[in-house]
């Protein structure tokens, strides 16, 4: 998972999907709904078309409402 790419925890959907933010080694900084938090790689999966949708809308939304890169 690079910078960029729209991810979901393999364990729990407690998280929503997210968008990877930042890499750091085996760890990445991933913008989820709610809070941004740094998580093993290897918890995270590709997010499916209908996750991807979900947080491209919300991150739009974001992006109308108080500008900036989100």
């Not at 991810?7 to 990877?20: F, L, Q, S």
């Not at 790689?41 to 947080?55: G, K, N």
């Not at 491209?56 to 409402?65: A, F, G, I, N």
Request: charged share 30%.
């Amino acid at each position: 998972m690079e910078q960029g790419d729209f991810v979901a925890h393999t364990g729990t959907d407690v998280y929503g999907p997210g968008k990877v933010i930042g890499v750091d080694g085996d760890r990445r900084r991933v913008r989820f709904m709610h809070f941004v938090a740094t998580i093993k790689a290897a918890d995270l999966r590709q997010a499916s078309q209908a996750e991807t949708e979900v947080i491209e809308h919300w991150l739009r939304m974001k992006r109308e409402r108080y500008g900036g890169t989100w």
